[in-house]
T-cell receptor, first 113, second 113 residues
């Protein structure tokens, strides 16, 4: 199974600022994803992080607000830009190979004040 | 697009009882289905992955079944313990050419000592 390290585990940020979340995997993986879990809600996919190309965003999420990098097969970052209190959520990194098990990081709990 | 529904939304039972959590999905053209556990404020722990060719998967006191034709999966927990208290999430591939998983809203389980 893949081991995923996500940093930071939590942060409290001022509105209007940006936060970059890092996701490191202990092995090379084809597919990496970023999810958001708003308070009391289930997980929603933000985007697929593609190695060497632009991320693929789901409806309702845009690159200007959630820029994503994936420089290699073991690392990705998600930036939450120009934050507002509505961005307060848990952000989770996930990896999987097609038709196999998905694994998740421990999440980043973000509070915007 | 895939939709995943979980019933019940919450469940509280005394320790030692056997229980069943239900999951239904709308797009039966899935290659697998996965059950996760989430503790408060934490990331997701994978419990069981059922491939589309399987009907059941077991791990310790947990047993998950999959019926693709009816669009249903169940998670059976035997001899429940207080440590089983958590939110249980069912996830199916989003499908339709899209990547990632679609999650249900979860079953919040409390096992009373």
């Amino acid at each position: 199974s893949a081991v995923i390290s996500q940093k930071p585990s939590r942060d409290i940020c001022q509105r209007g600022t940006s936060l970059t979340i890092q996701c490191q995997v202990d092995s090379q993986v084809t597919m990496m994803f970023w999810y958001r879990q708003q308070p009391g809600q289930s997980l929603t996919l933000i985007a697929t992080a593609n190695q060497g190309s632009e991320a693929t965003y789901e409806s309702g999420f845009v690159i200007d607000k959630f820029p994503i990098s994936r420089p290699n097969l073991t690392f990705s970052t998600l930036t939450v830009s120009n934050m507002s209190p509505e961005d307060s959520s848990i952000y989770l990194c996930s990896v999987e190979e097609t038709a196999t098990e998905a694994f998740f990081g421990q999440g980043t709990r973000l509070t915007v004040v | 697009k895939q939709e995943v529904t979980q019933i019940p939304a919450a469940l509280s039972v005394p320790e030692g009882e056997n229980l069943v959590l239900n999951c239904s999905f709308t797009d039966s053209a899935i290659y697998n289905l996965q059950w996760f556990r989430q503790d408060p404020g934490k990331g997701l722990t994978s419990l069981l992955l059922i491939q589309s060719s399987q009907r059941e998967q077991t791990s310790g006191r947990l047993n998950a079944s999959l019926d693709k034709s009816s669009g249903r999966s169940t998670l059976y927990i035997a001899a429940s313990q207080p440590g089983d208290s958590a939110t249980y999430l069912c996830a199916a591939p989003t499908g339709g050419g899209a990547d990632g998983l679609t999650f249900g809203k979860g079953t919040h389980l409390i096992i009373q000592p």
